[in-house]
């Protein structure tokens, strides 16, 4: 109990004396010091090298006290995104510092076991990358695509992804990597990491729109995330505002809103209006930043869509900021302008809008967050408990 | 500090003997017995009435302890739903049991001046009905259409009724009833009643949508009322979601959607479809209810206009209960079974969904439960000061 409350003051200050450990728990001198003891024996705490302090360094009568500092890269732990197309791994020390990434392309539509193997692989590629043994892995946290359940083990539904839904897949890695795992929803994910480390961090009542070749929103009312009765929470790529027949969810597995303003049709439309020299959807986005036709009509057509769907979202909830994340920043001030102009159209109040600036690593980044709060929990809970 | 001990104990449990509210609050018998004296000279507590209690009449030993009550009548509460048409005043006692009600129609387009003066009538024809004096009344809610401040003090936008825009409600009632005033949104004063006493009891993540002249939502999000960065969650009656330019806000103050689905609509349109016969939108809506054409077709265009509007809220917010209230719910089975067909079509995860039962009372019941919260903090409060 003494090692988890000592653990605790250290883990929030980063680096402190046994008088200051004294002060922030409340204990008795000689009971932080044998706490101090077993948790430098336990590897967790060691002494910091003085030459790293200006407060040390400054004159000071007699011996200078010992400044002790949590190991932050006593464990690691992996945040790793799983998409269609790619996997995106992060591996942090438990200061949530990254100390090395890997990206991998891979096969669109993989069978589960494709996938589960990539992933593997890839948190293989990424621990190797930083000279890190498997057994330092104190927890992995995955974000993917479509509805995942309360426990964060399962996969329940993922249109995009064949084979994807209704996979334990918390329970297949943990059987291989021996470790804590949890998953969560990628877009969930991406505005944990905004909250933690983005535009997000001073706001409670924000929506993520997430728009890339998919689009997804997460939801945070009142700083916590919103997952919904059933998890589906965000899930905006699926609206489908239009007059004729409802299309339902597409045989590729896209929502009827994304299909219509995801990458791949912000491609075709602007062949369709005569740019027959971008590679990409990317070269497209890049034209608009640069505020070249097509590229500028097809991305103020995507806002005009945009907005007929989601500005029923703002009715509903009434944000205090909307962050755009996702491939589409790419058109920087040319997205943050038609969406602000077709919402402001549509939309009883008008949030503030801001452009992602994680980029490609919020989900990972997110996921790192996940794990990297379940390896705590169990570093304090393992002192907290009665045996230790 | 020991009267409000007592008290709340007391309106915990309704009534109870000295030596309950000892082992309830905590306090020693003498203590309790002298805040009840006080509380019984204050008029806050009475002594139970023997033959009223079952428990009394059973056989004891001795003289029979006294059951001490707290008095749900020694002062009351006003709950009164203003609208552009109608006003609609509750009196209850501190229980929350409703003791008077009074409806009066007024005319639309009335000037703030006006409906001030109809609200204070209101509450005085009420309060007379009950034979209770001005000098009861602890607190009053009052429910209004439109944006509310945080403060519940001023109505910030109404475009519905003209002039009440920026008006401030509180301060103004506040100044002749000589009693505690707040305002809310009529929707999240309905949503409030449904969580009271309503379908939603038993719900933490739920909308309310109010469908009848006008439409309007609320959002509960984990139990609490989600009012969104500027009040204006829920505001779904704006919702623009047609191909075309978008309309904004109409002449008459109402919203794209609401002027597409709400009850005038209803009402014209099954003119169009040759409904020479029904004097108003009740009667078809109650054709609609008994299975009789054109009605049926009228409510199933609005419930696929609902749906249009309404499916991305879904999508945003994955509550796990819809419910409907307001003049819609006339049309009973026919607009229940219309919204899910539609909605089914349209959602990725369509929720429970069930028809309030409140009726037309729902917004005065919210507005009797603020003005409850409102009353009893400030009687506990009073008796919680030093002074007390």
Known sequence: MNCAAVLHALRDTGSARVTELVTATGLSRPTVTAA????????????ADSSDSSEASSPRMGRPARILRFRADARHVVGI????????????????????????AVEPLSSPADLLEHVETTIGLAMAEASIPPS????????????????HESVVQVPSVPGWSSLELARLLRKNLGCPVQIENDVNLAVMAERWDGVGSDVDDLVLVQWGSR??????????LHRGAHGAAGEIGFVDVEDEDPQGIRPDGQGPLEASIGTSWILRRARSLGDHH?????????????????????????????????APVLAALDPELVIIGGGITLAEGAIVEGIQ???????????????????????ALGAVRLALTEAEKRLLDAYASPGA
Chains 1, 2 share one sequence.
């Not at 003891?37 to 002494?47: A, M, N, P, Q, R």
């Not at 995955?142 to 426990?151: A, C, H, L, S």
């Not at 939309?347 to 490609?360: C, H, I, N």
């Open 341 to 363: 102009r077709h919402l402001g159209a549509r939309a009883l109040v008008v949030p503030r809008l801001e452009l992602s600036t994680l980029g490609d690593d919020a989900v």
């Open 215 to 224: 689009l997804g929103a997460a939801v945070l009312v009142q700083g916590n």
């Open 136 to 151: 330092s892995l104190a927890a992995v946290g995955v974000g993917t695509p479509g509805i995942v359940d309360e426990q």
């Open 36 to 47: 101090v003891s077993t948790l430098i024996d336990d590897g967790w705490v060691e002494e």
């Open 278 to 310: 971008s590679p990409d959807a990317v070269a497209v986005l890049k034209a608009a930043a640069a505020g070249e036709e097509p590229a500028l009509t097809v991305i103020d057509e995507a806002c005009t869509h945009f907005a007929r769907g989601f």
């Open 81 to 104: 995104d799983v998409g269609p197309h790619k996997i995106y791994c992060a591996v942090a020390d438990l200061n949530g510092a990254i100390v090395a990434h890997v990206r991998r």
